[in-house]
């Protein structure tokens, strides 16, 4: 992904020999990268790959054993202004006496320095951020009281109250509907518009071709980075998911679907239906049953029924 | 005799607002999960006490001083215990506490023995808390250094706030946490030590978890959770202090802990929309308004076919819906008649039998049917409305947002937009499924069971 010569730009994020190691075993080991700025990068790997490590390292929050992490071309403390960080949603505890508008604001913490409290100025651009998401109406609501994708949005929010130029996102899509999955990928677009550079872990295969220009595939090693039609492919997936069969077997389904679909359509992907037509989670366990329909949107049983059905007239 | 003496009066000065101190820093110690690591540094104080006798002599400071030194050194131990060791954090406040609290023990047990001082020295009130031997230059001190931590909570707010949340995400923005954590522990420590005198060793965890606990039944925010808590606190500092004035044989501490947990039990019981009580009636309010609507639905269903004419239903039809809850299903039909929902009426059977055979008629007992009155036809409709609108809801636009569906809100009206709640009415016309709204309705039977979608 380097371009070298490149000496005007320095790339958003650069990764030179980086190791991490938590009690000595490594999980991330000899990493060199270079993310150019202004694109949105899909970080993937299997479970345990070292995803969250790689972005708590350019975070900082984890010591790099060896190698060094650049942002904008300086260390990262002395740019962290410019990152915005979306944490993994467990990271915190959401039972929290918060209400969303709080934690949106805390966005604005970092700019306001000591002592001083939100005011106008910052209520206004929170509210803003919730807007962005679609949760304006949930701005007084207590954190606990809302449902997990509505979590992941406000955390959202938060990163968009920073404001920054360089977002990380520990798995923004995980445990939320079809909707907000698309509420969420529309306003990372948005950003991605204004030039910002967006590193997303994310874990669903099938969305990886629509979602971003380039990825970076990781398993304890760096196994391949770059524009996603040149490293999406059906040997570096084998490479990064290595051994594990039947995940091997889909993953190449699709990338054959995927494939197949590129040349007809245009560049807007087919989320929900290839969603649709998948006959199994991608990452599901192996052997699991495949669901009845799909998962996302279900509504619940009894709804389904029509009216009058179980209580019709004798 | 004035009713407080003077003593009395700074004493419950002093404990008032160390208790507010409390239970302010013990929200936020509550919140970075620090609770027990509190327990732990109030018994590590122990030996700092012991220690600072044996040096200084009976000096307030300066035994408090000792007890600062230790309590942190006992913490400090825990987190390289922690950090260090494969030994888990619970684990190592247990050894922590039990040592350092062993060691003090047996360094008084030694100061008792060796020393004339000793009584006066009352290090044995540190351990339970004593009010009676405190004298006004004690108290300011307490009270200085209560006023101290509260204003340094005060201060630093939103940087607490932040770190008891999201720690990673504080860290991110270059707040410095381990310093952070390090003041929120330091005040921690300084609660714990000015409470030793008067509630003691033992029971000082208390102070800094029960008012925050309590005030959480209570309130929903940061902020006013802390004013709460310190409020509870101050009141629990107040109410056993002056207990334990006025009934001198027994100790302060426990007093002011009973106080404090009568406080709890109150809000655990008692507290508007959290407490126990409440919740059980919402709970019961809401299971019987769940199964009136449920059978204002049935009762529509039932009289649908042959609207606009309100059809008699025969009794045990009704009940025959519910199938082992016949008492639940009586309640029902007796709630609905005195509501106004439902008449006598007689079925087509009886009808029959009564114009065949009069006599036979009259020797059955009561009516057996019921028919949905008026007023009862209009609520019934509402409900099924609401119901159907919903289902329709569910099974056409849940992809958009599920997140807001309700099937128990008595208006939909507040909660879909107007536009896309107009859309399912008009799907539910266009079906001939729409209950209500004037119009007569079309009866279900013959339509497609499935709505046009
Ligand atoms: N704090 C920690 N202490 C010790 N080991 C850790 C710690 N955090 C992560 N690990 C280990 O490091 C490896 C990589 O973890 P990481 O969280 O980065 O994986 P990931 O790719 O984000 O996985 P997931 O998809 O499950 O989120 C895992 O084997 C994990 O067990
Ligand atoms: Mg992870």
Same mark, same amino acid.
């Given at each position: 992904?380097?371009?070298?010569?490149?000496?005007?730009?320095?790339?958003?994020?650069?990764?030179?020999?980086?190791?991490?190691?938590?009690?000595?075993?490594?999980?991330?080991?000899?990493?060199?990268?270079?993310?150019?700025?202004?694109?949105?990068?899909?970080?993937?790997?299997?479970?345990?790959?070292?995803?969250?490590?790689?972005?708590?390292?350019?975070?900082?929050?984890?010591?790099?054993?060896?190698?060094?992490?650049?942002?904008?071309?300086?260390?990262?403390?002395?740019?962290?202004?410019?990152?915005?960080?979306?944490?993994?949603?467990?990271?915190?505890?959401?039972?929290?006496?918060?209400?969303?508008?709080?934690?949106?604001?805390?966005?604005?913490?970092?700019?306001?320095?000591?002592?001083?409290?939100?005011?106008?100025?910052?209520?206004?651009?929170?509210?803003?951020?919730?807007?962005?998401?679609?949760?304006?109406?949930?701005?007084?609501?207590?954190?606990?009281?809302?449902?997990?994708?509505?979590?992941?949005?406000?955390?959202?929010?938060?990163?968009?109250?920073?404001?920054?130029?360089?977002?990380?996102?520990?798995?923004?899509?995980?445990?939320?509907?079809?909707?907000?999955?698309?509420?969420?990928?529309?306003?990372?677009?948005?950003?991605?518009?204004?030039?910002?550079?967006?590193?997303?872990?994310?874990?669903?295969?099938?969305?990886?071709?629509?979602?971003?220009?380039?990825?970076?595939?990781?398993?304890?090693?760096?196994?391949?980075?770059?524009?996603?039609?040149?490293?999406?492919?059906?040997?570096?997936?084998?490479?990064?998911?290595?051994?594990?069969?039947?995940?091997?077997?889909?993953?190449?389904?699709?990338?054959?679907?995927?494939?197949?679909?590129?040349?007809?359509?245009?560049?807007?992907?087919?989320?929900?239906?290839?969603?649709?037509?998948?006959?199994?989670?991608?990452?599901?366990?192996?052997?699991?049953?495949?669901?009845?329909?799909?998962?996302?949107?279900?509504?619940?049983?009894?709804?389904?029924?029509?009216?009058?059905?179980?209580?019709?007239?004798? | 005799?004035?009713?407080? /003496?003077?003593?009395? *009066?700074?004493?419950?000065?002093?404990?008032?607002?160390?208790?507010?101190?409390?239970?302010?820093?013990?929200?936020?110690?509550?919140?970075?999960?620090?609770?027990?690591?509190?327990?732990?540094? *109030?018994?590590?104080?122990?030996?700092?006490?012991?220690?600072?006798?044996?040096?200084?002599?009976?000096?307030?400071?300066?035994?408090?001083?000792?007890?600062?030194?230790?309590?942190?050194?006992?913490?400090?131990?825990?987190?390289?215990?922690?950090?260090?060791?494969?030994?888990?954090?619970?684990?190592?406040?247990?050894?922590?506490?039990?040592?350092? $609290?062993?060691?003090?023990?047996?360094?008084?047990?030694?100061?008792?023995?060796?020393?004339?001082?000793?009584?006066?020295?009352?290090?044995?009130?540190?351990?339970?808390?004593?009010?009676?031997?405190?004298?006004?230059?004690?108290?300011? %001190?307490?009270?200085?250094?209560?006023?101290?931590?509260? %204003?340094?909570?005060?201060?630093?707010?939103?940087?607490?706030?932040?770190?008891?949340?999201?720690?990673?995400?504080?860290?991110?923005?270059?707040?410095?946490?381990?310093?952070?954590?390090?003041?929120?522990?330091?005040?921690?420590?300084?609660?714990?030590?000015?409470?030793?005198?008067?509630?003691?060793?033992?029971?000082?965890?208390?102070?800094?978890?029960?008012?925050?606990?309590?005030?959480?039944?209570?309130?929903?925010?940061?902020?006013?959770?802390?004013?709460?808590?310190?409020?509870?606190?101050?009141?629990?500092?107040?109410?056993?202090?002056?207990?334990?004035?006025?009934?001198?044989?027994?100790?302060?501490?426990?007093?002011?802990?009973?106080?404090?947990?009568?406080? $709890?039990?109150?809000?655990?019981? %008692?507290? @508007?929309?959290?407490?126990?009580?409440?919740?059980?009636?919402?709970?019961?309010?809401?299971?019987?308004?769940?199964?009136?609507?449920?059978?204002?639905?049935?009762?529509?269903?039932?009289? /649908?076919?042959?609207?606009?004419?309100?059809?008699?239903? @025969?009794?045990?039809?009704?009940?025959?819906?519910?199938?082992?809850?016949?008492?639940?299903? /009586?309640?029902?039909?007796?709630?609905?008649?005195? *509501?106004?929902?439902?008449?006598?009426?007689?079925?087509? /059977?009886?009808?029959?039998?009564?114009?065949?055979?009069?006599?036979?008629?009259?020797?059955?007992?009561?009516?057996?049917?019921?028919?949905?009155?008026?007023?009862?036809?209009?609520?019934?409709?509402?409900?099924?409305?609401?119901?159907?609108?919903?289902?329709?809801?569910?099974?056409?636009?849940?992809?958009?947002?599920?997140?807001?569906?309700?099937?128990?809100?008595?208006?939909?009206?507040?909660?879909?937009?107007?536009?896309?709640?107009?859309?399912?009415?008009?799907?539910?016309?266009?079906?001939?499924?729409?209950?209500?709204?004037?119009?007569?309705?079309?009866?279900?039977?013959?339509?497609?069971?499935?709505?046009?979608?």
């Amino acid at each position: 992904m380097s371009r070298p010569g490149d000496i005007q730009t320095p790339p958003a994020v650069e990764l030179h020999d980086l190791t991490v190691a938590y009690h000595k075993k490594p999980v991330l080991w000899d990493i060199d990268l270079a993310i150019p700025e202004g694109e949105m990068v899909g970080i993937i790997g299997p479970n345990g790959a070292g995803k969250s490590t790689l972005i708590k390292a350019v975070l900082g929050l984890v010591p790099a054993a060896t190698g060094w992490v650049r942002v904008f071309g300086e260390s990262y403390a002395s740019r962290r202004r410019e990152v915005g960080y979306v944490p993994q949603r467990e990271s915190v505890d959401w039972d929290f006496p918060v209400s969303a508008l709080d934690v949106v604001l805390m966005g604005t913490y970092g700019r306001l320095g000591w002592c001083r409290r939100p005011g106008a100025a910052e209520r206004k651009q929170a509210l803003g951020a919730l807007e962005r998401v679609g949760m304006q109406d949930f701005a007084r609501r207590q954190i606990s009281q809302l449902s997990g994708g509505q979590q992941q949005r406000v955390f959202l929010a938060r990163a968009l109250a920073q404001n920054a130029r360089l977002y990380l996102m520990d798995e923004p899509f995980a445990g939320v509907d079809a909707a907000t999955e698309t509420a969420i990928v529309n306003v990372l677009r948005d950003l991605k518009q204004q030039g910002r550079t967006l590193l997303v872990v994310h874990h669903d295969l099938q969305t990886v071709e629509g979602y971003f220009d380039r990825v970076v595939l990781v398993n304890l090693r760096l196994v391949a980075a770059g524009p996603t039609r040149e490293v999406f492919t059906r040997d570096n997936l084998l490479a990064t998911y290595g051994g594990r069969l039947t995940i091997l077997d889909q993953a190449a389904e699709t990338v054959r679907r995927f494939e197949d679909w590129l040349p007809q359509t245009g560049a807007e992907p087919p989320h929900s239906a290839a969603r649709a037509a998948a006959p199994q989670r991608l990452l599901s366990p192996p052997g699991a049953p495949p669901p009845a329909q799909p998962q996302h949107g279900a509504a619940p049983q009894a709804a389904r029924r029509p009216p009058g059905e179980n209580h019709a007239l004798p | 005799m004035p009713f407080l /003496e003077y003593n009395t *009066a700074i004493v419950l000065g002093g404990t008032t607002l160390l208790g507010f101190a409390s239970g302010v820093i013990g929200v936020l110690g509550l919140l970075r999960r620090r609770a027990l690591l509190g327990d732990a540094l *109030a018994h590590a104080t122990l030996p700092g006490i012991c220690l600072a006798f044996l040096l200084f002599g009976r000096q307030f400071g300066a035994l408090l001083f000792g007890a600062l030194v230790t309590g942190i050194a006992g913490v400090a131990l825990v987190a390289l215990l922690s950090r260090y060791t494969r030994i888990k954090e619970d684990a190592n406040i247990g050894i922590v506490l039990s040592v350092f $609290f062993g060691g003090g023990l047996a360094l008084s047990t030694y100061i008792q023995k060796n020393s004339v001082d000793a009584a006066q020295a009352g290090i044995n009130g540190f351990i339970l808390g004593r009010t009676a031997g405190m004298v006004q230059a004690d108290l300011i %001190f307490i009270c200085t250094a209560a006023v101290a931590v509260c %204003f340094v909570v005060l201060l630093f707010y939103k940087e607490f706030k932040l770190l008891c949340f999201d720690p990673d995400f504080a860290a991110v923005e270059g707040w410095p946490v381990v310093r952070l954590d390090f003041l929120l522990m330091l005040l921690l420590a300084v609660t714990v030590v000015i409470g030793l005198p008067a509630v003691g060793i033992v029971l000082m965890v208390a102070m800094l978890i029960v008012p925050p606990a309590a005030a959480r039944f209570w309130v929903a925010g940061l902020a006013p959770m802390m004013w709460l808590a310190g409020a509870f606190g101050a009141l629990t500092g107040a109410a056993g202090s002056l207990t334990s004035t006025y009934a001198a044989d027994l100790p302060a501490g426990p007093v002011i802990v009973l106080c404090g947990s009568a406080l $709890f039990l109150i809000s655990l019981l %008692f507290a @508007p929309r959290r407490g126990i009580l409440a919740r059980a009636r919402d709970r019961r309010r809401w299971r019987k308004r769940r199964a009136i609507r449920g059978f204002l639905r049935i009762l529509y269903e039932a009289s /649908e076919a042959a609207l606009p004419e309100r059809a008699a239903l @025969p009794i045990a039809d009704l009940l025959g819906r519910f199938p082992g809850r016949a008492r639940e299903a /009586e309640a029902l039909v007796a709630h609905a008649a005195r *509501a106004g929902w439902l008449e006598r009426a007689e079925s087509e /059977e009886r009808a029959a039998l009564r114009r065949s055979a009069p006599r036979a008629a009259a020797a059955a007992e009561g009516d057996d049917a019921v028919r949905l009155t008026a007023a009862g036809l209009q609520k019934a409709a509402e409900a099924a409305r609401i119901h159907r609108l919903w289902q329709h809801y569910l099974r056409t636009s849940a992809h958009i947002d599920r997140d807001i569906v309700d099937p128990d809100a008595e208006e939909i009206e507040s909660i879909l937009p107007r536009a896309v709640l107009a859309q399912l009415e008009e799907d539910l016309k266009n079906a001939g499924t729409l209950p209500g709204g004037g119009a007569p309705v079309r009866a279900l039977a013959g339509l497609p069971r499935e709505l046009a979608t």
